[in-house]
Every structure is written in structure tokens, then in C-alpha cells.
């Protein structure tokens, strides 16, 4: 190597290589060359748009963000026609942060149990899930979307006919009707401010115990006293705390049915059902296929020589089986999280106001078609970059568990 | 020397071994088991009992209006009615496109599927190996025949009169966005691959912003943006249709893709190949294109495959730009006035189309994985 290279040094200072041989000139001018056009085309592009501008005496600016929206936004935090561009914008990114929370906490249960019931001994059971899954994975969300709200949500009863509700209605009660679902939710209440410090110090106490039980572990192998202990300790002060605090800090709000509509408890729009719902249902079965294949990757004798060892089924599941497939479900895991965000967009196609949809709204508008444009890729790349981010660093903790 | 050989019990072997085995080993088996039997029986009957028991086929005009008046006399709910699938069946499968030029598009399924048989019958055999070239050929020359047998060349044409491209619609719009995105996404997609892997900074720079930016946005987003952005960057005498500026998007947003799917074949090639085609005295572009790709192209098909299944369903999409694909068609046909409330019929056709459509192509890709010995590397 030394050699050569000193060799090929050695031919340069001789001038035995022309310049227009020399690798490194040809890679930078191979550059050069590229850049320039990049640069053309870019250039190329923005004088059209300029042209586009002039055209309709429009310039290129953020400025109407503050200006009057004058439309109505009827979903997610509270909007009316005289707020600005700006605050509408807002509205679109917490109705998709709500979807996306909403939808990825239910989405993980429903495919951890449908990937487990898809390994299940019982034939029955895991041909239900294996005929699901297939179901789903080759039909398009948006098909799935447009079946549950046009054909399914909006064709619930009425929530109220004459003087009888005529909504499905499921203990609790929780209302179901083709105006949305109507549910129980907890309310805080005035002495919740004398009852939230219980939680910090319950908080405090659990991490503490936390650590002592794992400095134990460290230390003697095992831990010196049972996870038990730890959850206890972490109920017992709000519970003594509830006790101790006037009233109750938190009361249940229940709805009730009042002329047409529910009041109270929480509502949920028709649209952020089937959304939500058709997002949990989707992804889930592509969740349940990155579990299967997780725990499918776990070599069968780890199980075999656990069991030798004595270990119970249970502690081979929790000790040997799941921490080795976790490591394999976690990162696919994530990027089906960041799918069911991005798929949300397909919200528009059923009237749901998530980012996208108000944005479209937005422009519509105020014709302001780039500066839109940008604020909606800025909006999801800076999601997609943030799971990224979350993802890196799971796997390089992962990585480090892996001897 | 006697055997005693006792036989097993019938418990064990048998149907009534099966039983035990899959379905009654513990008691939360049979719970399990019970549960899903309910479950089964409940949606099996509904279903059923929609869709064919109480469900109108009749195809005369107001029949589903009839059947839903008759049920609501007796006090029940109607059932399924398959007149809106039956009567609009040439409007899901065409859409707009002119029912007298029909034979056009029977013309190219006609070409593709003899190009198929031929595919099949020469790659079987080793002793055609020569005629596989020319196979590869015929298929490269059916893109731009099929494209202007179904386009036609202009409005005057005798021969082939002009059908615009923003009346293809129907299962052949979805058919059309899916396979163009895929086949010109390809070569983009290499270009990417290549760059992302490039030696030199600037085109490498270059692709991965690409690759990333594009894998980072829905594809709502990349098909808005050529609907809306497309025509103001763009001069205007160099404006285009709908169908075509959404084949553009449809183009873009799977490059990057089809570029992760060519990377990972690519890295799958080990170093020694590109040792000894360095040996062998071959230069870069040479190395690559005698020795890398073939191997590495070989190597992604089954990617490919399944990137083109998911293209398939993302064809969905265009309905929110308003073009009128099987899923637009569905919608369009929900609205008809003799139709009125009858979603549930439509989308569960078009939800049949698409699945009937996606499972073979994956049933497919999974013979041709193992015909391929993927799982065995």
C-alpha cells in the first residue's frame, strides 16, 4: 500500500500523470459539473416561480400566517374564523399529534396480541389472526378509511329519536352514534391543586426504590425486595393523599344526552373515530408481523437451555425470550409509529382537520401555495426526524445490552 | 420374537388427536378455542346473511330502492344490494374511457400475457437460455407499444384516435400509476443508490437529502406537490394534465425507495466481487455494470415485488387530488342518485378488487422467493 502510493506520488512529480488522468481533478470537476447543474436547474425553477409571482403581484413571505383565517375549524383546540393562519396551522399539528398518540398506544396492544395469537398453538386462533392480517395488509388504508366512515360510522343510529336515545349505548354510559362517541372522562377538580404534589413525591419515592432494588441486584444478584413493593409504594401516597385532601381531586364527568347533542364526558368527532380507529386497525397488523418475526428470531434452544436450567415458562418468556426479540421488534417497531403518523394525512379523504387537511384548507384560502407547501414538509419531516432520533438512540441502548 | 404393539390411544392420533393437540391441550386452549368459535359463527352469519341470504342481484333500474322499502314494511333492515356492482361493473373496470376504443385495452392485456407465457416457457428450460434476451427485449418495446395503443396519437389519427390521458380511470388508472411508478422509478432509484454509495461528496450529499426528504413526507404530500407546485415552477407552455403530473409524483416519491431497495442489494454483494473485477482490470463504470448490478438487481426483485404491491395500494391515494382511480370510480358511483346509501356494497368491492389483486402478487413474489433460494443465502 505504502509502496503504491509512494510509487504513484512518485509518478505525479514527475508529471507521468496528467492532470486531466489524475483521479482526484476528475473527481472534483465530476463534482464541479454536478453542483453547477443542480444549481441551474434550481435556479431554472425559481425564476418560473417568479415569473408565477409577477404574474399575480404576489411575493414570497410568511406574513399572512398573521393574518384573519376566516374559516372554522370545528375539531381539536378551540378555534373561531377571527383567529389568525397561524393559530390554524396549530390546530392541524395537535389533531395529528392526537391521532398519532391516540393511535400508536392502541395499535402496539392490538399487534402485540393479534402477532402473539398468530404463534398461538391453538389453530383456531391463529388462523383468525393470520386471515386479518391478510385482510388488511392487502387493502389500501385509504379503501379501509372510506368503508369505516361512509359506510360504517356515518351509518350509526341517530344519537337521539323523539324523546329516546337510540345510540348504541355500552355501560359507563358511552354513546355511539353517527355524531361520534360520547365517554366518561376524568375532570380535575379545585382541590386537585393541593393533591398533585402526592404525585410528584409518589413519583419520587418510586424512583428511589427503584434504584435501591436495582443497586441490591448489582450487588447480591438478586433483588432485595419484590418489584411489588415499588408499584405499592407508588399507589399508597395518592391514595393517602386522596384521603388527606378535601373532596375529590379528580371526579368522573359523564355524559349525558341534553336535546340533540351529549354533553360533558369526553366527545369524540365521528371522523376522529374512524381515523383513529382505521389507523389503529392498519398499522396493527403490520406490527403483528414485526412481533411474530421477533420472537421468531429468538433461536429456539435459548428457550431449550432455560428450560434444562430449570427456569418456569413464565420467567423464559419474561428473562430469556422477550428481552433477545425486543431487539429485533423495537426498530421496526418505530417505523411503523412513523407510518401510522405519515399515513395520517389521509385524514383529508374523510373530513378529519389533522395537519394536512387544514393546511389544504389554509391554501385554499389564501393562495399562498410554496409557503404552505413548506410549512406542511417542515411539519412532518420534523416528526419523522424527531421518531428517527428516538430510534437511534434505542438502538444504540439496545446494542449496548448485546454482550 | 412377539411384538406387543399397542396400539396408540385414540386420543393421540387421528381427528380426535388433532382436536386435542390444536385446539383443547389446556383449559385455556379450549376457552380460546369456544371463544373463537363464537366469534367465528357470529361474523360468518352476519355477513352471509347480508350479502347473499337477504341481498338483492336483481340489475333492474330501482330494485335496490324496492328491496330497502319491502324491508322497512316488515320492519327489518335490507340487506346487501348488488345492483350498483353489477350495473357499474365497465365503469369501475374503465372508468371515463371511450367504451368504443375497449379493444385497445384488450389489445395490451392480449400483449402482456403473451409476453408472459413466453416469459414462463423460456425461463423455464435451459436449453432457451439464448431467448431470454429477446424476451427482456419484447418487454423493454411493450411499454412504449402499450402506451400508444391505449393513448392513440392524435385527435385526427385515423388508425388511433387520441384518448387524453385524464380519461383513464377505473382499475386501469390504478393499473397504469402503479406499474409506470415502479418502471421509471427504477432507473432514478439506481442513480440514487449508486450516488447515496458514491465516493464523492456532493452527489452523495445530494441523494441521501433526496432519499431522506422523501422517505420522511407522506405521499399525499409528494402527489400535492406535483398537482399544485408542478404547474408554477414549471414555464407555462410546459403544463400537463392531471393523470400525468400525478404519474410524476407517483414517480418521484417511489424513486427513493426503489433507491433503498438497490442499496440493500448492493451492500449484500461482498467486497471479493469488487476486488476482482479491480484485478480483473475493469474501471468503475465497467465494474458496476458487468459485475455489481446484475447481481445486485437479481438480488432486490423480491424487494421490488413488494415495493410494487405497496405502490399498488398507494395508487388509493390520487382520490384526494381528485382523480378518478378504482377508489375515485367507487366514490364517484356512491354518489349516483339511484344508488343513494349503498357504500357499504361499493368499497367492499372495491376493497375485493384490491385484495384479489395484492394477495396473488404477494402469493407470487413468495413463489418466486423461494423459486429464487432467498431464504437460503
Known amino acids: 500500500m505504502t509502496h503504491s502510493s509512494s510509487a504513484y506520488s512518485a509518478a505525479r512529480h514527475h508529471g507521468a500523470v496528467p492532470f486531466w488522468r489524475d483521479i482526484r481533478i476528475l473527481r472534483a470537476i465530476a463534482q464541479l459539473v454536478f453542483v453547477i447543474v443542480v444549481l441551474a436547474v434550481g435556479v431554472w425553477l425559481l425564476g418560473n416561480y417568479r415569473n408565477w409571482l409577477a404574474e399575480r403581484n404576489l411575493t414570497f413571505s410568511f406574513r399572512f400566517l398573521r393574518l384573519e383565517a376566516s374559516f372554522d375549524l370545528a375539531e381539536g383546540i378551540p378555534f373561531k374564523p377571527t383567529d389568525s393562519y397561524a393559530r390554524a396551522f396549530l390546530v392541524g399539528v395537535v389533531n395529528t399529534l392526537r391521532v398519532a398518540s391516540v393511535g400508536i398506544v392502541l395499535t402496539t396492544l392490538l399487534g402485540l396480541v393479534t402477532g402473539v395469537g398468530r404463534l398461538s398453538r391453538n389453530w383456531l386462533v391463529s388462523h383468525i389472526a393470520s386471515v386479518y392480517i391478510e385482510l388488511i395488509r392487502n387493502t389500501p388504508l385509504l379503501a379501509q378509511l372510506f368503508f369505516l366512515y361512509f359506510a360504517v360510522i356515518l351509518k350509526l343510529p341517530t344519537l337521539k329519536m323523539g324523546?329516546?336515545?337510540?345510540?348504541?349505548?355500552?355501560?359507563?354510559?358511552?354513546?355511539?352514534?353517527?355524531?361520534?362517541?360520547?365517554?366518561?372522562?376524568?375532570?380535575l377538580s379545585e382541590s386537585f391543586g393541593s393533591w398533585w404534589p402526592f404525585l410528584i413525591v409518589?413519583?419520587?419515592?418510586?424512583?428511589?426504590?427503584?434504584?435501591?432494588?436495582?443497586?441490591?441486584?448489582?450487588?447480591?444478584?438478586?433483588?432485595?425486595?419484590?418489584?411489588?413493593?415499588?408499584?405499592?409504594?407508588?399507589?399508597?401516597?395518592?391514595?393517602?393523599g386522596w384521603l388527606v385532601v378535601p373532596g375529590n381531586p379528580l371526579a368522573l364527568d359523564v355524559p349525558v344526552v341534553k336535546g340533540l347533542k351529549a354533553k360533558g364526558g369526553t366527545i369524540l368527532s365521528p371522523e376522529f373515530v374512524a381515523l383513529t380507529l382505521g389507523l389503529v386497525v392498519y398499522t396493527g397488523a403490520f406490527i403483528a408481523e414485526?412481533?411474530?418475526?421477533?420472537?421468531?428470531?429468538?433461536?429456539?434452544g435459548q428457550a431449550e437451555a432455560a428450560r434444562a436450567q430449570g427456569f418456569t415458562e413464565t420467567q423464559i418468556l419474561r428473562l430469556i425470550v422477550l428481552p433477545q426479540a425486543l431487539r429485533v421488534i423495537i426498530p421496526p417497531l418505530i417505523s411503523q409509529y412513523l407510518n401510522l403518523t405519515k399515513n395520517s394525512s389521509l385524514a383529508i379523504g374523510i373530513a378529519f382537520l389533522d395537519l394536512y387537511a387544514v393546511s389544504n384548507t389554509m391554501l385554499n384560502q389564501s393562495g399562498r401555495v410554496v409557503e404552505v407547501f413548506l410549512m406542511i414538509m417542515a411539519a412532518y419531516l420534523s416528526m419523522s426526524l424527531s421518531i428517527s432520533l428516538i430510534m437511534n438512540v434505542v438502538n444504540r441502548r439496545i446494542q449496548i445490552v448485546e454482550r | 420374537m412377539t411384538t406387543i404393539a399397542e396400539k396408540p390411544p385414540v386420543t393421540e392420533i387421528g381427528v380426535l388427536g388433532w382436536l386435542k393437540k390444536n385446539l383443547f391441550s389446556t383449559w385455556y386452549d379450549a376457552l380460546l378455542t369456544v371463544g373463537s368459535l363464537a366469534l367465528i359463527y357470529w361474523v360468518l352469519r352476519g355477513v352471509i346473511d347480508w350479502a347473499i341470504v337477504r341481498a338483492t342481484f336483481s340489475t333492474e333500474p330501482g330494485a335496490c330502492k324496492e328491496a330497502r322499502s319491502v324491508a322497512a314494511a316488515a320492519g327489518e333492515t335490507a340487506g346487501a344490494c348488488w345492483s350498483v356492482v353489477l350495473t357499474n361493473i365497465k365503469v369501475f373496470m374503465i372508468g371515463r374511457y371511450p367504451i368504443e376504443e375497449v379493444w385497445r385495452i384488450w389489445g395490451s392485456l392480449v400483449i402482456i400475457a403473451v409476453l408472459a407465457v413466453l416469459t414462463w416457457l423460456v425461463w423455464r428450460s435451459e436449453a432457451m437460455i439464448g431467448a431470454r434476451r429477446w424476451v427482456v427485449i419484447g418487454w423493454l418495446l411493450s411499454l412504449p407499444v402499450i402506451t400508444?395503443?391505449?393513448?392513440g396519437f392524435s385527435e385526427k389519427s385515423q388508425v388511433l384516435s387520441l384518448v387524453a390521458t385524464d380519461l383513464w380511470s377505473g382499475v386501469l388508472l390504478t393499473f397504469v400509476?402503479?406499474?409506470?411508478?415502479?418502471?421509471?422509478?427504477?432507473?432514478l432509484g439506481l442513480l440514487l443508490a449508486l450516488g447515496r454509495r458514491s465516493k464523492l461528496p456532493?452527489?452523495?450529499?445530494?441523494?441521501?437529502?433526496?432519499i431522506e426528504t422523501i422517505r420522511g413526507v407522506p405521499l399525499i404530500s409528494v402527489l400535492f406537490m406535483s398537482q399544485l407546485l408542478l404547474p408554477i415552477f414549471l414555464p407555462p407552455q410546459m403544463r400537463f394534465g392531471t393523470v400525468l403530473r400525478a404519474l410524476v409524483g407517483m414517480t418521484l416519491f417511489s424513486a427513493a425507495y426503489s433507491a433503498e431497495n438497490v442499496r440493500g442489494g448492493l451492500a449484500a454483494i461482498p467486497l471479493g466481487q469488487y476486488e476482482a473485477a479491480k484485478a480483473v482490470g475493469l474501471n468503475d463504470v465497467l465494474m458496476m455494470a458487468?459485475?455489481?448490478?446484475?447481481?445486485?438487481?437479481?438480488?432486490?426483485?423480491?424487494?421490488?415485488?413488494?415495493?410494487?404491491?405497496?405502490?399498488?395500494?398507494?395508487?388509493?391515494?390520487?382520490?384526494?387530488?381528485?382523480?378518478?382511480?378504482?377508489?375515485?370510480?367507487?366514490?364517484?358511483?356512491t354518489g349516483q342518485t339511484d344508488f343513494i346509501g349503498l357504500q357499504k356494497e361499493v368499497y367492499l368491492f372495491a376493497a375485493l378488487i384490491y385484495f384479489i389483486c395484492s394477495y396473488a402478487m404477494s402469493y407470487g413474489s413468495r413463489r418466486l422467493e423461494v423459486a429464487m433460494g432467498v431464504g437460503e443465502r
Not at chain 1, 290 to 299: E, T
Open chain 2, 177 to 187: 400509476l402503479a406499474i409506470v411508478g415502479i418502471v421509471a422509478s427504477f432507473p
Open chain 1, 202 to 240: 409518589a413519583l419520587v419515592v418510586a424512583v428511589v426504590l427503584w434504584i435501591l432494588r436495582a443497586h441490591g441486584m448489582q450487588r447480591a444478584g438478586r433483588p432485595s425486595f419484590s418489584f411489588v413493593w415499588v408499584a405499592l409504594a407508588f399507589l399508597a401516597v395518592p391514595a393517602i
Open chain 2, 148 to 151: 400508444i395503443l391505449l393513448r
Open chain 2, 202 to 210: 456532493a452527489l452523495r450529499v445530494f441523494s441521501i437529502l433526496y
Open chain 2, 290 to 333: 458487468l459485475i455489481i448490478l446484475p447481481q445486485a438487481i437479481q438480488k432486490v426483485i423480491p424487494a421490488i415485488v413488494g415495493q410494487f404491491i405497496s405502490l399498488f395500494k398507494d395508487t388509493s391515494l390520487v382520490v384526494i387530488i381528485g382523480l378518478l382511480d378504482l377508489l375515485g370510480v367507487a366514490k364517484a358511483v
Open chain 1, 290 to 300: 414485526v412481533v411474530r418475526a421477533g420472537i421468531l428470531a429468538v433461536p429456539k
Open chain 1, 163 to 187: 324523546d329516546q336515545i337510540t345510540a348504541i349505548t355500552l355501560p359507563g354510559p358511552i354513546y355511539l352514534s353517527n355524531r361520534g362517541l360520547a365517554m366518561p372522562w376524568p375532570r
